[in-house]
């Protein structure tokens, strides 16, 4: 009985040691959400190296905020539901700081079992996802601010697989056929451009496709019937393994400055014409 005693104790032991150690936030709670073990990492996440956890409740050492009267209902809820059989997660949470800060975490809450088959508690997994969180959204704004701009500035812009369809179009290339940017994408160069244009600009994107720099003119009727010349130009896009995944079409139009240069050949001629 003494052996088996002392094995058991040599196991809690190892378990206990094993989760303290483990790189990741766990803390393993009874019934009473009182904790029985924790790891390091979640003392340091949660700035708790000062407190004694073992034997006190969770809802001790994470007291409510005032500012914040539901959120511990939440998590209490949470538990209850774990502590019923249910296991609870969560990829991004928001969680208030007593200081004011918020931090985000992914976490879940899974419920352990006794010997007999009964449950004995909870443990919580978490990790504070905070940083990468930041630079997500921070990559987000860099997104939309540079889909703002390409929205904005004067030229027309799209974005052309492999296949020729359309990937992106800012909102200046759609205008240009009296379309919206999201009746564009997904759809195949030919339907959008017209026979016509899409005979002079298939073998230009064949180039662009092929890894070559392509810049060409092209008139293109408008949805208001009026002629456009346009100067196109084609830059290959490769993925990170040099492939050629798509290619990227500017355009800008000149059509203004050309009728002023034919308007110029023609005053020219006719001024040629009188002084004959």
């Known amino acids: 009985h003494k052996l088996t005693e002392s094995a058991l104790r040599e196991k809690e032991q190892i378990l206990k040691l094993f989760v303290y150690h483990a790189p990741s936030a766990i803390a393993m709670c009874d019934r009473e959400m009182r904790y029985l073990c924790y790891s390091q990492r979640w003392l340091i996440d949660y700035d708790l190296s000062q407190q004694e956890l073992l034997g006190h409740s969770h809802y001790e050492i994470f007291p409510d905020l005032p500012d914040l009267p539901d959120l511990p209902d939440r998590w209490k809820e949470i538990h209850r539901r774990s502590l019923s059989g249910s296991i609870e997660a969560c990829d991004e949470d928001p969680f208030p700081r007593a200081d004011g800060s918020v931090d985000w975490v992914r976490w879940k809450v899974h419920p352990w079992q006794t010997s007999e088959g009964q449950i004995g508690g909870i443990i919580i997994f978490s990790e504070v996802i905070t940083k990468r969180k930041q630079a997500e959204n921070a990559l987000q704004e860099s997104v939309d601010q540079l889909r703002f701009i390409a929205n904005h500035i004067p030229i027309f812009i799209a974005q052309i697989d492999a296949g020729k369809r359309y990937k992106f179009v800012n909102q200046s290339y759609a205008e240009l056929f009296k379309l919206r940017p999201s009746e564009i994408v997904g759809k195949h160069t030919s339907e959008v451009l017209g026979k016509q244009a899409y005979a002079i600009a298939s073998p230009h994107m064949d180039a662009a496709l092929a890894g070559q720099e392509v810049k060409y003119d092209l008139d293109l009727p408008s949805a208001s019937n009026t002629a456009r010349t346009l100067v196109v130009q084609y830059t290959p896009e490769r993925d990170k393994a040099g492939n050629i995944v798509a290619f990227i079409a500017t355009i ?17 001629q006719l001024y040629a014409t009188l002084s004959s």
């Open 252 to 268: 800008t139009d000149i059509t203004e400055r050309k009728q002023a240069e034919i308007q110029i050949q023609q005053l020219s």
